[in-house]
């Protein structure tokens, strides 16, 4: 952890954090995780079990959506602005009446516990050091409580997977409200899990086994049909076959995720009945716009919804009074073939026509990435696959250094592009084909 003596100065943020970091390399310390995106992820998946690597490092089919996603920034290019003051800068941005450090967010990511057992506790932590908004999953390895418990008086909103048990879906709505949440992230893009091969190769489902669901096992609404369903004798199928290894790994597995004793869950029925009835109600594939009538009728939250890459989707989210959009294709792990995250960027900005905040999601790997995503009108940014390297690396200290190295990087970009503000970054921050208009 950080002491109180090395926060940075406001106002020379990258600065500080880049000179700390080279005081401490006189002592021979170095980072705890690698700056250089490439290498963060290599040894970030290569820290991770065979299984959690295929989890967090597969897209959808070929993955070309992921290979999109980098593609599109690489299509813009900087172009910085000389001789001006840049003494001074300011990162920090403002989002539904409150105003953030940075113009970055944790994206929601589910089963964190495959790159730490500490998994959402620990970015928790990470996040409230670094002055980053979290984005709560609903596929957490922890309640949100907990996570809550651990933010403290950090922003944090909650990514709602809507299931088809409205029950569930009011219970955690709810339950977000209570934990201080300030805004409901609806995810739209994950009405059925995509074909994810490396998954599918390796046979792993995390949910299978307990993983990253804790959002439900905590939840009343949800154990209660848990209940129902043990009592209905449904809670799986019983088998005189002799278990193998595998099958006995996975019940030691199981037993070991959900709440309560390990030897009581053992020999319960509730462990697999509530893996089963999760698989049965996670998602609602009837979902239409219409519904957000329902969810409005029970939040004064904001609503954000996540995954929109069309501006007719753009409009027709404003059609049914969302107070925020997210641009996403979930990291291309929903659709093989879609186009970048940042190509659909403009249009969706331009449907909304400053009615509402924009926010990106998907293939963000450093600061000049961010500020590309701002200056085509994104509000702020959300940071995913990165900070779980961090995690797999180093636990909770991989991720704050992630955070802060984002901050501090965006700090440094916005010196050397010559703007002093966010607000500052727009279109002609960029350049699409490398050359600008009057050039010869």
Not at 212 to 222: E, H
Request: glycine content about 10%; some cysteine; proline content about 5%.
């Amino acid at each position: 952890m950080t002491s109180a003596t090395d926060q940075p100065r406001p106002g020379s943020f990258g600065r500080d954090v880049q000179g700390r970091i080279y005081r401490k390399g006189v002592f021979g310390r170095r980072p705890a995780v690698p700056t250089n995106p490439a290498e963060l992820e290599r040894r970030g998946l290569a820290a991770m079990s065979r299984e959690a690597r295929g989890y967090v490092a597969t897209g959808a089919g070929m993955g070309s959506t992921m290979a999109a996603n980098r593609a599109a920034f690489d299509r813009w290019r900087l172009v910085p602005r000389l001789a001006r003051d840049v003494s001074a800068r300011d990162t920090s941005v403002e989002l539904f009446g409150r105003r953030h450090p940075s113009p970055f967010l944790a994206a929601p990511i589910g089963v964190l516990e495959l790159a730490h057992p500490a998994g959402d506790l620990a970015v928790a932590r990470a996040a409230r050091a670094a002055g980053v908004p979290m984005i709560i999953s609903s596929q957490a390895s922890y309640a949100m409580e907990s996570i809550a418990a651990q933010l403290g008086d950090t922003e944090r909103w909650f990514q709602l997977y809507w299931s088809s048990e409205d029950a569930v879906v009011e219970s955690f709505v709810r339950r977000a409200e209570r934990i201080g949440c300030g805004a409901i992230v609806v995810t739209l893009d994950t009405m059925v899990l995509s074909w994810r091969t490396l998954d599918l190769d390796n046979a792993f489902l995390p949910f299978a086994l307990g993983m990253g669901i804790a959002q439900y096992t905590s939840d009343p609404a949800f154990r209660a049909l848990v209940s129902e369903r043990v009592a209905s004798g449904a809670s799986g199928e019983r088998t005189t076959a002799r278990p193998t290894p595998a099958a006995v790994r996975s019940l030691v597995r199981l037993a070991r995720e959900h709440p309560g004793g390990f030897r009581e869950n053992l020999t319960s029925r509730v462990p697999r009945a509530s893996v089963e009835t999760f698989l049965d109600v996670f998602s609602r594939t009837t979902l239409t716009w219409s519904d957000l009538a329902w969810l409005r009728e029970r939040t004064r939250l904001p609503i954000l919804v996540k995954g929109l890459q069309h501006p007719d989707d753009a409009r027709a989210a404003l059609e049914h009074g969302v107070d925020g959009i997210i641009v996403s294709n979930h990291g291309g792990r929903q659709l093989d073939g879609a186009l970048g995250s940042l190509d659909a960027l403009p249009g969706v900005v331009e449907a909304t026509a400053g009615r509402v905040p924009v926010l990106f999601d998907s293939g963000l790997r450093c600061a000049a990435d961010a500020f590309k995503a701002l200056a085509l009108g994104a509000a702020a940014v959300c940071i995913g696959r990165p900070y779980m390297y961090g995690l797999a690396l180093a636990g909770e200290e991989g991720a704050r250094e992630v955070f802060d190295g984002f901050r501090a990087e965006f700090d440094i970009t916005m010196a050397v592009a010559g703007v002093t503000g966010v607000d500052d970054i727009g279109p002609d921050s960029l350049t699409a084909d490398g050359i600008l208009a009057g050039w010869s």
